[in-house]
């Protein structure tokens, strides 16, 4: 016979067991929670010391990766930005100084030594977090390097701009060019330096020309809009693994299946952001699955496709507002060689969180080097991935390098910039590369 006194019952134990469950699960958080925060202070802590010696034990590297660290915990890199998604907003430190419009310090000193009367060449110098010089103080960038380099050769009436944003891929910073432009703010060379974005992004995607983690910005797309229940879903789907990523019981579970069941931990993962692939033959990582197949269907191509057409398109706009452009394929630890000790150790570590990312990375950079020597290209496209060949050591991650060999690629790219800076003085003994 029906009870509502039953059903009463039956509902308070319920809910009672659930309580309990929740306590046991806060309890069990709260113990766990210093011990976590502990092992990741201590990890952080072992990385910003490994990564700093590779500075020849400069003293201030690692006072320099802490004050990284903490700018990119507290999320000053990559605020909204209308357009182009992120942007840099400003900052004062002892190592890192952003100014008002989003923008790294450059070394300029000379520029604004020079006739006062007279307006400074101006390159504005567009790239993803190793143009913007993680790893590298304010002085020590790619685009203070080159504002050096020029001094040294005499050109002292010029302005570097760096437009270097962490993450940004080619078409963002054409965004962020145009943008500029239409405020009236017209440079006299623009000098492009990607690679990694742009192919990483592809990797993540399964597609060439979009953003890093652009699937993060389809599934956010409108998810608070009070209009569109549908939303909910992934409104409480993202707070959930959101708290499930942030909790010290969930970093707990996911380091263990990392260390127990990666290949497992990695296709799960990957069905998260991206439709769910089968594997052929056994359990692979998500990625490389991905890798493999985006590979054999011409993914690297499109990639270098895409590029050739952004750079058209600041060929284009040079034409109309006068200024010139040039572009790099920048650096990467997988076209680097010899590697040193400590960069072989970084591959292998990467190939655990990117795993098939090197032999896309490698395609792609191929393709970019038969359009860069290809006659009658069009564009000036400049593959400068071996750069860094036989300097001792330079990756202290798969992409960002130190100040030392940000001074090597500065002065490559130095040799086409001062022909058109100065083309007068310095065409006669300095050869343009193509």
Known sequence: MFSIRGLWNHIVTAWQMVGMMVIILVVLDLIAAPFVYFHEKRQKERQQAVRA???????????????????????????????????????????????????????????????????PFRIFVFGGSTLFGLGARDDYTIPSFLAKDLSKDGIHNVEVFNYGQPGYSSTQEVISLLLQLKRGNIPDLVIFCDGVNDT?????????GLTLQEYNRAREFNILNPQLPAKRVALYTAALLTFVNANALGKLMRAAMLDLARPLYERIHGWLPYNRSK???????????VASREIANGLPRQVVETYAKNMRLVEQAGKDAGFKSVFYWQPVIYSKSPLSDFEKETVLDSELTYAGLDRLMAATYADVRQAAMADGAG???????????????????????????????????EKNVLPIVAPEEKSGHIQRLR
């Open 200 to 208: 990483v992004a592809a990797y993540q995607d399964g597609a060439a």
């Open 279 to 289: 594997s052929e033959g056994g359990m692979k990582p998500y990625w490389a699955i």
């Open 53 to 119: 010696a590779q500075y020849d034990g400069a003293k201030w590297a690692l006072g320099m990766f802490r004050e990284q660290d903490a700018l990119l915990k507290s999320g000053r890199l990559d605020v909204w930005h209308a357009y182009d998604y992120w942007t840099a907003v400003p900052y004062k430190g002892k190592y890192f100084n952003i100014d008002s419009d989003g923008l790294r310090r450059t070394f300029n000193q000379t520029a604004r030594a020079a006739a006062p009367a007279e307006r």
């Open 379 to 413: 564009i000036d496209l400049h593959d400068i991935s071996d750069v860094l060949n036989d300097e001792k050591s330079c990756f202290w991650d798969p992409w960002h390098i130190t100040e030392t060999c940000d001074a090597v690629v500065a002065a490559r790219i």
